[in-house]
DNA sequence: GACCGTCACTGAACCGGTAAAGTCCCTATT
DNA sequence: AATAGGGACTTTACCGGTTCAGTGACGGTC
């Protein structure tokens, strides 16, 4: 069985079947004025019965628009499936570049100067129109070097991770806060927080404030430790906190992600100990996860698909030139109580 | 601050500065033979100074080669973000893509016509090369569109499901039968299933694996519910299943993925049921989410990383020519008992 | 020393669109 | 009646690569 010779209907063969020129069928696809209703139909017409589809390359070679924009991830594969948090992203990305039929370019690599190497090939090869760039480092190499090519980006995260780049970031300070304010008003004072990968810069971030929240609330019995963001190692941040003995143990975590407030979950239940009567969990992100475990995950709570669907719609504010007012934040991470956090004490009799 | 008038390097520009033609060039930078070292060193040294790098479009415009694949997923994204599965499969593709420069288009479509017309302009616009398909119903219309097109695809799916399509599988009916045999090897006689969307192909064929199983071990308990494949379907169907009294509860679950099984752990615990002491648990695909609940998780477990990347080079067998031996069967997923698996009967007390 | 074969490289014709300038015709204006 | 203006198309350059039929030089052969 051989394929047959594939036809290749091209915008000529279109042309000359509604007996006009390639210009004019040009014209019509990209709606432009300057032909009549009768040609116009008679184009599509012409174009529906030969299944013709514009040649993307020769259309962006010639105009120079391109029609896909990139995403490069640099996470290890094996976090990455777990963390909700991309797909999600991702999808609220698409449901903004599907409505101007524009295509996602996604590329896991594995460390940024893979990335910053990969957004020149994007960007001089006319692939890309622009690039979401996320998880920002210290000392990132990518705003040099999308500077340095005058890609069009839309940066995730905090300005002063970001540079000079329009960005759009989550008020993660605030949001951390908020988290400590609640706990403490709970009546938490040992309250610790398992942070992500202490490379990027808004676990920084976090972490700063966290410092700050602690210090302003004068919780002395505050403590943070740093992982890699996977389960496994907020499961042994988890189990290490709560090894320690009577005062130094702390009542109330935060997790920087929802998996790991899944894993510290299990290990308080596989160390004896109820949750939220013994110690309190906050998990962050709050996709359909926190409300699946028992008891149900208290959680800092944001909508990740309609973040990804504004970075989207900002990238696009910056391909069509206006950068202008490009850089804002979404709306700050909101509290969701839920079963997982009480006032402590209630279990200290064990 | 505005852009800089964007210098445009072209091949014109390398040939210049090397002292070459536009040919030469293109010689030496698609590996050719027919030039000398020394004159290849030179334009690889020009394109360096000048920073070049090749024009997709222009490229696969002349040389109709496409240096893309597509990937549409059809899933609602509430539930794309909670299925560790495809992020995982997305790695495994791109690890090999990545090695043959090759990049992912990734799309989320509504339903099945949207993409098959997706199919359509992909491939008749020259956007990819090939693609890839996955998530197939009874009455899929992408075989048909496929072939019509001559698109070059590798169907992820049970030759039943994907027609005469080139297609890599997990043998789901040897996993359920396995699943079905280990759990009544322990001991069950009252096992039910935990199914995914009616509407998926591998999901009626786990389904009648399932019912076949039961009937060769004469389980006169069997019983089986579909879901959408949600955590929160997981739920409503584990405490369906669980809140049957006496001898119609069943005293083993198998599940079609690994949330529902996490969210079937937490609705046992909440009915005060203990896993796997009253009741055993099985989940499927085996993520890291597996190893993070408590009790941990028994799973079916497979390399869906490893998948991916043999699905990304079983399709670029296909687009470079031979179909021959395309269709294949990946490893099939493996029985890893853990923690929430045990003989049933143990909790008969309650 | 004429002839042949290679090798290294050039030149020009594409690939399938877009865009800007040009043509033609028809109507309104002066 | 001559002219301007505008709508409806057509013509014709590109866009930036690839490909392939040359071309010239050089070495070897008889």
């Known amino acids: 069985m051989t394929t047959p010779p594939a036809p290749r209907v091209t915008i000529k063969d279109v042309a000359a079947r ?64 777990l963390e909700p948090f991309y797909m999600e992203f991702v999808s609220g990305v698409e449901s903004v570049l599907t409505e101007r039929s524009c295509s996602l370019l996604l590329r896991l690599v594995r460390n940024l100067e893979e990335e910053a190497g990969l957004l020149d090939t994007w960007w001089k090869g006319k692939q890309v129109g622009g690039s979401i760039l996320v998880d920002f480092h210290a000392d990132d190499p990518r705003p040099a070097a999308v500077e340095r090519l005058g890609l069009p980006v839309v940066a995730v995260g905090h300005p002063s991770l970001t540079g000079s780049l329009p960005s759009v970031w989550t008020d993660d300070a605030t949001a951390v806060t908020e988290a400590v304010r609640y706990l403490a008003a709970l009546g938490h004072r040992r309250i610790a927080r398992v942070g992500g990968a202490a490379a990027f810069g808004h676990t920084s971030i976090r972490t700063a404030a966290f410092d700050e929240a602690a210090r302003a609330l004068e919780l002395a019995g505050a403590r943070q430790v740093a992982t890699d963001f996977s389960g496994e ?89 206006g950068e202008g007012g490009g850089s804002h934040p979404v709306p700050t991470p909101v509290l969701t109580p839920r079963g997982s956090t009480a006032p402590p004490g209630r279990g200290n009799h064990m």
């Open 233 to 321: 190692a907020g499961a042994r941040a988890t189990r290490s906190l709560l090894s320690a003995t009577g005062a130094d143990r702390p009542t109330a975590i935060v997790y920087d992600n929802d998996i790991m407030a899944v894993a510290g979950l299990s290990v308080a239940a596989e160390m004896g100990l109820r949750v939220p009567a013994d110690v309190s969990l906050l998990a962050w992100d709050d996709s359909q996860l926190c409300r699946l475990t028992h008891p149900t995950l208290s959680a800092m709570s944001h909508d990740v698909h309609g973040f990804g669907a504004e970075v989207a719609r900002t990238l696009f504010e910056v391909i069509t030139g």
């Open 18 to 81: 509604a007996g006009v020129s390639k210009g004019a069928v040009s014209l019509a696809f990209n709606q432009r004025p300057g032909l009549s209703e009768a040609t116009r139909d008679r184009i599509f017409a012409a174009a529906r019965e030969l299944g013709w589809a514009p040649n993307s390359s020769a259309r962006s070679l010639s105009s120079r628009r391109v029609d896909a924009v990139g995403l490069a991830i640099c996470r290890p594969a094996r976090l990455l499936g």
